[in-house]
């Protein structure tokens, strides 16, 4: 006995079955929050939160070492009564250089290289979100990483000399230049970072890529300084032009400048209010290009 003509077509169309599933009628959050929680999660995963126990050593030790160092340096201007600072702000900053390069060369191509070689996200999105918000996302999740750990030691110091009873106009002024100047160089590394680790899916080519451009570009910047008469007793202006060869070397003499921190001949500085302008156009340019090479990156993708 075969089946009836109207029976084939029901079991060849197929059959809706009512299993129970509502309409979800819930907020509806939007782009917005997708890039939000994205940022959220890539920042968590900068200090290897969510992840093995492993993954959290080194942004961890990294974090802790700048706050030991201030917490070092504001228990002996307490003990030995000091009436000022042995270290600046800025100086600091300077003191826990190659932490921060350590952090952003191991931390970045997390935010990006695991997502590249496996060509998704850790997150599921109920709405997706453009290329644009992804590196919005990524780029502001390192920025806000590289400021806790330069920002944590700032604050270390300054409660240290409040607690030390210094003059509390002059640190809460010059803890502003810090945070300032700590803002400037998470900006310029953040974005340098994340388009040398956005070149590659492999973690590690990008942890050597962007350590060595870091490193190297301070070392030429060096060499030039002292061929310019960097190591004389008076240092001659012109030297100061160096610092245009390294991105650490052009924030430090930006804000030195700009701030009035410039104590002696000594100190990296632009040599003048217009090699100021320069070497702020250059962090501008440098900034924007950077980010702007990741996004069209990802335009590609």
Known sequence: MHPSPDARTAADGGVIHN??????????????????????????AAFGLGRSGRSKV?????????????LIVAAIQIFMKM??????????????????????????????????????????????????????????????????????????????????????????VHLLYGLVTALLYAVVYSAIGLLIAASTPRRGFGVASIMGVMAVSSVIARI??????????EVPEKANWAAMLSPSWLVEGFTNQVFGLVANS??????????????GAEILLLAAACYWFTDRRYRKI
């Open 224 to 233: 030039v300084y002292v061929l310019a008469g960097g190591e004389w007793a």
């Open 58 to 70: 080194l942004p961890m030790v990294v974090l802790a070492l700048p706050l030991l160092l201030a």
């Open 19 to 44: 299993i129970g599933y509502r309409r979800y009628e819930g907020p509806r959050l939007g782009r917005g929050y997708a890039t939000r929680s994205l940022y959220q999660q890539s920042l968590r």
């Open 266 to 279: 000594r100190v990296v500085h632009a040599p003048g209010a217009g090699a100021a302008l320069l070497f």
């Open 83 to 172: 009436e000022k600072p042995i270290l600046d702000y800025t100086g600091l900053l300077g003191w826990i250089g190659v932490l921060t390069w350590i952090f952003l060369a191991a931390q970045a191509p997390v935010l990006l290289s695991r997502d590249l070689r496996h060509h998704t996200v850790p997150l599921y999105f109920s709405r997706p979100i453009t290329r644009a918000d992804y590196v919005r996302a990524k780029f502001a999740a390192m920025t806000s990483a590289m400021m806790i750990v330069m920002a944590g030691p700032l604050l270390v110091l300054y409660l240290g000399a409040l607690l030390g009873r210094m003059d509390f106009g002059h640190h809460t």
